[in-house]
């Protein structure tokens, strides 16, 4: 097990890398729209590129993690996007011709989105490394609140950060500044772990080394988004732990598993809350989870359009575009206290419907004529509340029955990790291809992804009354 000054350490650099990518890939739409006018269909097709770029670079980076070292790719990742934000600082200040600027944007969007696939997987991992069953899922629940918690505060505080310093000075600036820090510290924990190689399976028994013994477990990007991770899994007939490939994808299996439900879901006091095995929950959570990262993605390539229709600049922007994350925060609170909606499909169905009902009224409430600033922004709050909730329960269950059902060597990490790439992805691109198909509607995008996720919640309704065989 890793020392408890690794551990606070990775929760450290956690939050710390959750200013960095909000503060970046949330706020650079507003030095687009700022410095180069891109509207709707200019930062759907940049949102494109960067979730494409992060399906590609999120499981390398995971691997790469495995087989060198943690900490290593870490120091990679921090490395990597310092000198990217680094450039484009530069850039903005030799104040280039648009045609040059642009491209060169794009290029520094790339690279950043590849580097920060470095970080998230491995900052799981030593947080996961050598904890128990009921210890690993306090540590996930904490790490949860750390990344949204401090990029909910990132986000409200960021819009009036450039509007005091100028986006082209702090859009880059900020970012690169915070990863100096960053690099400092995984250095120096570097001092005590080493690279924190991952042990294999032929380690001794209770002797594991200073090393990320366990792969990451699921949970959050993000940021670009990068969420991220596989889970620690015992080596047979070794007390040891091994990191497996997160790229198997083999369904989960119940025999042998720690946690209490795990095949007959129960509540508290012993009684089962559905007739449903428990891997159909699991499937059914990572169905839910990218439909959701779908309507997330959609929505923050949006905002300076939505804050533009509802009268906000980029600071009253910030601090009121921030209620769904603040939101989703609570959400996690309170799931971590509470386990009443596990493995209850009337939860999880719930949430769903609030996803899609928060996620179009917050578009809703702004394309309405008839609707005066004061009506549009109390209807907008409230519609973010509401998609606050949702997303927040649609995410915890992906990461929960992830973590509780089966012993499956990682393979629930890779799933979980590519179906949110798929989200990331997935979202902008359908949104795009609306602004393209219905230029002169401003409800498209979020018309065309409301319909999406429609078909996402027929998928699980289907599967909760027509369950297959395990």
């Known amino acids: 097990m890793l020392s408890p000054r690794i551990k ?22 507003w030095f687009l729209k700022t410095e180069y006018g891109f509207g709707s269909r200019e930062n759907l097709l940049w949102a494109v590129g960067n979730g494409l770029v992060y399906v590609i670079g999120s499981l390398q980076g995971g691997r ?29 200040l030799a104040g280039w011709p648009r045609n040059i600027e642009v491209p060169v944007q794009v290029v520094i969007m790339v690279l950043a989105t590849f580097a920060v696939c470095f970080t998230w997987p491995n900052l799981e991992a030593l947080v996961a490394e050598g904890e128990p069953p009921r210890r690993l899922q306090r540590f996930i629940g904490i790490y949860n609140l750390v990344w949204s918690g401090v990029g909910a505060v990132t986000y409200f505080a960021g819009g009036a950060l450039i509007t005091t310093f100028g986006a082209r000075n702090i859009i880059f600036l900020a970012p690169t500044l915070v990863l100096a820090v960053q690099y400092v510290i995984v250095r ?14 032929e380690g001794r028994a209770g002797s594991p080394s200073p090393a990320a013994l366990s792969a990451p477990p699921d949970g959050e990007p993000s940021k670009a988004g990068a969420q991220r991770s596989a889970r620690p899994t015992a080596c047979p007939g070794s007390g040891s732990q091994c990191v497996s490939d997160s790229s198997k994808t083999s369904l989960p299996t119940n025999a042998g598993h720690p946690h209490p439900g795990v095949g007959q879901p129960e509540s508290e006091h012993g009684h089962r809350h559905a007739p449903l095995p428990a891997r159909t929950f699991l499937l059914m959570s990572w169905i839910a989870n990218p439909c959701a990262y779908v309507a997330i993605n959609t929505a923050i390539p949006l905002i300076p359009t939505l804050a533009e229709r509802l009268g906000l600049d980029t600071r009253t922007a910030g601090f009121f575009c921030s209620i769904w994350l603040f939101t989703r925060t609570a959400t996690f609170i309170a799931l971590w206290q509470w386990n009443g909606w596990h493995y209850r499909f009337r939860w999880l169905a719930g949430s769903y419907i609030a996803a899609i009902v928060g996620f179009l009224s917050i578009f809703l409430s702004a394309a309405f004529p008839s609707f005066d600033r004061t009506t549009a922004l109390l209807l907008s709050s409230i519609a973010q509340v509401v998609f606050g909730i949702g997303i927040g329960l649609i995410y915890y269950s992906s990461l929960f029955y992830s973590m509780d059902v089966g012993d499956t060597k990682g393979d629930h990490g890779g799933i979980h990790e590519a179906a949110i790439g798929a989200g990331i992805l997935g979202g902008p691109l359908v949104g795009a291809i609306a602004v393209y198909a219905v ?9 065309a992804v409301s319909a999406v996720l429609l078909v996402g919640l027929g998928v699980l309704i289907r599967m909760r009354y027509r369950p297959k065989r395990c």
Request: charged letters at 10%.
């Open 188 to 201: 120096s924990l570097s001092r005590e772990a080493g690279d924190a190689l991952p042990t294999n399976c």
């Open 439 to 447: 230029p002169s509607s401003a409800m498209a995008p979020a018309w």
């Open 64 to 92: 790469y993690g495995q087989r060198r070292g943690y900490l290593r790719a870490m120091r990679i990742g921090f490395a990597g996007m310092a000198a990217c934000f680094l450039a484009g600082w530069l850039v903005n």
């Open 8 to 29: 606070t350490g990775a929760f450290i650099l956690e939050g710390l890398n959750s200013v960095t990518v909000t503060f970046y890939f949330y706020f650079i739409f």
